[in-house]
T-cell receptor
Framework: DAGVTQSPTHLIKTRGQQVTLRCSPI?????VSWYQQVLGQGPQFIFQ???????GRGNFPDRFSARQFPNYSSELNVNALLLGDSALYLC?????????????FGPGTRLTVL | GDSVTQMEGPVTLSEEAFLTINCTYT??????LFWYVQYPGEGLQLLLK?????DKGSNKGFEATYRKETTSFHLEKGSVQVSDSAVYFC????????????FGTGTSLTVIP
């Protein structure tokens, strides 16, 4: 079975632009979470969605938004890109949002903002 | 809030040396604790986990024990191999905040032959 998939693999944008990142969860998983991993740091939680509803939000500005579709795939949008948004963006899926539901991570999308 | 403090690296060891990477945590509720590994150019892979106090997680020769009295979850391996070279992340997940993770800053390990 396929794991979590993310697209694109790499992306280069300039300051002020907007970007959309995509994630497909493992089949049967209804929750998707997004994390930002800046080089040399641990992943930071951005959003969690379950059954198309936002269930958690990290400490990120309103330039960051996300949504989940009926097939449980998800998009992360970032507007007005800043240099500091350059990072690896990780998506993780889980069956649900209980503490015991294990999360499985995708390979990430590497975003570079010039 | 919930947080994880992890031993800073980088760590360089010779093959077959003993490895310890320290991790302590602060959390409300009853967190589950994890170690993830990230190989160059790849995403995160779950290495081991422990869901309650005194549990020991183990995998591929790595071990970590959930110590509530010292709020620690140190990673150990008795004999490292070159293939263990990677970045290791300690993480917690608190039942108070759904199942989102809080990660440490990561410890880079290089094992030399």
């Amino acid at each position: 079975d396929a794991g979590v998939t993310q697209s694109p693999t790499h992306l280069i944008k300039t300051r002020g632009q907007q970007v959309t990142l995509r994630c497909s969860p493992i089949s049967g998983h209804k929750s998707v979470s997004w994390y930002q991993q800046v080089l040399g740091q641990g992943p930071q939680f951005i959003f969690q969605y379950y059954e198309k509803e936002e269930r958690g939000r990290g400490n990120f500005p309103d330039r960051f938004s996300a949504r989940q579709f009926p097939n449980y795939s998800s998009e992360l949008n970032v507007n007005a890109l800043l240099l500091g948004d350059s990072a690896l963006y990780l998506c993780a899926s889980s069956l649900a949002v209980r503490a015991y539901n294990e999360q499985f991570f995708g390979p990430g999308t590497r975003l570079t903002v010039l | 809030g919930d947080s994880v403090t992890q031993m800073e690296g980088p760590v360089t060891l010779s093959e077959e040396a003993f490895l310890t990477i320290n991790c302590t945590y602060t959390a409300t509720g009853y967190p589950s604790l994890f170690w993830y590994v990230q190989y160059p150019g790849e995403g995160l892979q779950l290495l081991l986990k422990a869901t309650k106090a005194d549990d020991k997680g183990s995998n591929k020769g790595f071990e970590a024990t959930y110590r509530k009295e010292t709020t620690s979850f140190h990673l150990e391996k008795g004999s490292v191999q070159v293939s263990d070279s990677a970045v290791y992340f300690c993480a917690l997940r608190s039942s108070n905040t759904g199942n989102q993770f809080y990660f440490g800053t990561g410890t880079s390990l290089t094992v030399i032959p």
